[in-house]
């Protein structure tokens, strides 16, 4: 099993930043890709942004530009750096892995419990 635990999330005022770590640990050999979601409530959960395991990545929206994601390999980590917040970022934050838990196994997706982000206006 894997788990994913974020931290970072919190109460700001608009025009903040603020960034969210997620640390994958358990039964990894690799991982594929890592992400970003979140979701507002009454709203479906939406990409934010996914890091692939060579460094590629893909922004929701218009997000790039205040949104930046970024990982640590050696440690199994995904970063999200926030910018310019707006009331309209409050939301949970979900951390992904594609994770391949031995050589050869085919990638499963594991899920954070997530972090709240409430922007104050």
């Known amino acids: 099993q894997v788990q994913l635990v974020e931290s970072g999330g919190g109460l700001v005022q608009a025009g903040a930043s603020l960034k969210l770590s997620c640390a994958a640990s358990?039964?990894?050999?690799?991982?594929?890709?890592m992400g970003w979601y979140r979701q507002a409530p009454g709203k479906q959960r939406e990409l934010v942004a996914t890091?692939?395991?060579?460094?590629?990545?893909n922004y929701g929206g218009s997000l790039q530009g205040r949104f930046t994601i970024s990982k640590d390999n050696a440690e199994n980590m995904v970063f999200l750096q926030m910018s310019g917040l707006n009331v309209d970022d409050t939301a949970v934050y979900y951390c992904?892995?594609?994770?391949?838990?031995?050589?050869?196994?085919?990638?499963?997706?594991?899920w954070g419990q997530g972090t709240q982000v409430t922007v104050s206006s």
């Open positions: 992904n892995a594609d994770v391949r838990p031995s050589i050869g196994a085919m990638s499963y997706t594991f």
């Open positions: 890091i692939s395991s060579g460094g590629r990545t």
């Open positions: 358990g039964r990894i050999f690799s991982i594929d890709a």
